[in-house]
């Protein structure tokens, strides 16, 4: 009954129906809690409503019980590790978000070589994908472009869902750090833009940074103010990309 629940729940989560998902989640993690080894539906439901909080752009306001999911977490199965691995994929997101980049890098490399020892017990493709997105945004806000470059090119081909969205945003992201902007706008074109909640203003921001680096301020402007109107309607007022779209827009029209 409890999985079934959880199921649902994530279902949600997926479709984007953030408030509904979270309520659930939290409303199942206060149920009793039974010991056992593998994971306890409290254990996932705790794990789901932090992601959904910080899918949501309330990183900020999860980190401790993200720590506290981590340490219970104690990798004693294999379902109990990629539950692990999961709520700190959602970590390394919140330190994404404080611009942590070099504490996020070594979060998403600790993950993936994870990953990589568990890949012949369960199937973990899609949080692979998640975590190469994250480990490319650090690399991005290191400056090491080229790199962040040659992990979104390497790993669009495979990618479904939201990690489409964020690896395209990814890539003109890179190429907007290596002064590629006109490359930059024309793989923007290329994309058929992810309509994902998650994604919210996502390809819009980058291609704002894009038109702005060349000058185009007006473009550059409306494509910005796309992004906060997007984000506005589907994300938390404190998410980080909406708090980088207004940064952008002050810098391109000077009321910053």
């Known amino acids: ?29 206060s149920a009793p809690r039974g010991v056992r080894r593998r994971p306890a539906p409290q254990w996932c439901a705790r794990a789901l409503a932090t992601a959904v909080a910080v899918a949501h752009g309330r990183g900020t306001e999860v980190p401790a019980e ?30 994404l978000g404080q611009e942590r980049y070099e504490e996020a890098e070594a ?35 290191q400056a090491r472009h080229e790199e962040a470059e040659a992990i979104a090119r390497g790993n669009l081909p495979r990618a479904d869902g939201r990690s489409v969205g964020a690896l395209q945003a990814t890539l003109v992201r890179s190429l907007n750090g290596q002064g ?35 000058g185009r301020r007006d473009e550059a402007a409306a494509a910005v103010r796309q992004t906060l109107a997007d984000c506005e309607r589907n994300l938390h007022q404190a998410h980080p990309r909406t708090r980088e779209a207004r940064t952008l827009l002050g ?6």
Request: charged content about 25%.
């Open 107 to 141: 979060e998403a490399v600790g993950i993936l070589r994870a990953v990589t020892r568990l890949a012949h017990l369960a199937p973990l493709r899609r949080l692979e994908l998640h975590v190469l997105e994250n480990l490319a945004g650090a690399l991005c806000g």
């Open 1 to 29: 009954m409890r999985q079934r629940t959880l199921d649902r729940l994530d279902s949600l989560y997926r479709a984007g129906r953030y408030e509904e998902a979270e309520a659930g989640a939290r409303a199942l993690a």
């Open 180 to 214: 590629r902007y006109e490359e930059a706008l024309a793989v923007v074109g290329q994309f058929t833009p992810v309509r994902e909640r998650a994604n919210s203003g996502r390809l819009d921001l980058v291609t704002g940074w894009a038109l702005y680096g060349l």
């Open 66 to 95: 993200l720590e506290m999911l981590i340490v219970e977490l104690k990798p004693v199965v294999p379902e109990v590790h990629v539950l692990q691995l999961e709520v700190r994929h959602n970590r390394t997101v919140v330190l």
């Open 251 to 256: 810098a391109i029209t000077g009321e910053g």
